[in-house]
């Protein structure tokens, strides 16, 4: 079994084990080499890979994702979401035009509104519109559909075993993670690093099952948080409310890029947090 089990986010449906890792690995030992350690061997990492779980099926023509409109976001949890990312990428970014009084009253314009405006968000630049509400539908998939959750926690969980000390969980990947720790009693994991982290996000944590609270581990888990100011879709900077005052928060600066997983796995803490539980041994 792999020593470093990491956990992708959302968007990651076309690809596969191998070609995250391709980008991954290589950021996940530079940032172990700023901090001072020693990177692990590349069998050693291992990547929990569920995104295929959110691919649609292929069909005659069907090429890529659904061709998702304004229209297809839902009400509730899915406009509430799209929403939030609305006003923490205007209290950010400059290019993001603020929402508006009659914006933040849910008119029925609002989801075009947010959609035009997340447009010119850093993070959110490079996603076509399609693509980013297909992001948003992977997020409210994995919180409502028992089934695609559970399958999803399966995979990760079936890639952690007796020699695993880390597991490295970015944005949604995050929260299959914890959940995937939580189902596992009496791991032997040490280390939790979660990057760019929605587990603070109440409109999240109240549709997880179970809802989200205990420590994922035993009393030798290490949690850091690891989070850009920067980074929408971690709107709960701060996971110590929630989840106690154990979780080592820190702040890093990820540039233009706030939410990529590659700058989070460079940054010296990140290493640190994962050089340790490597350390940490059995």
Known sequence: MAAVVAVHGVGKQTLGEDSLLKDWYPAL?????????????????????????FRPPGSTLAVGDPRYTAEDVEEGFEKDLLLAWWRAAAAVDERVVAPGADTLARTPRS?????????????????????????LKQ???????DALRQAAIDRVTARIGPDTRVVVGHSLGSVV?????????????RALVTLGSPL??????????????????????????????????????????RYGPRVRPVVVANGSH???????????????????????GG
């Not at 030992?29 to 779980?53: E, H, K, N, S, T």
């Not at 959940?179 to 994991?189: I, K, S």
């Open 177 to 189: 993670a914890y959940q995937a720790l939580c189902a596992l009693p009496g791991h032997r994991v």
């Open 111 to 135: 989801v075009q509104a947010a959609l035009r405006a997340l447009g010119n968000c850093g993070f959110f630049a490079d996603l076509a519109l399609r693509a980013l509400v297909f992001d």
């Open 258 to 280: 706030a939410h990529d997983a590659c700058p989070y796995l460079t940054a010296e803490p990140t290493g640190a947090a994962v050089a340790e539980g490597l350390d940490a």
């Open 29 to 53: 030992c530079d940032g172990i080499r700023r901090a001072g350690g020693a990177p692990p061997a590349r069998q050693a990492v291992a990547m929990g890979f569920y995104g295929d779980l």
């Open 139 to 145: 997020v409210s998939r994995y919180l409502t559909d």
């Open 200 to 241: 603070g996000v109440s409109m999240v944590c109240r549709r997880m099952r179970p809802e989200p609270g205990d420590w994922p581990g035993g009393g030798a888990l290490v949690w850091t948080n690891v989070v850009d100011h920067g980074d929408v879709v971690a709107l709960e900077k701060d996971l110590r409310p």
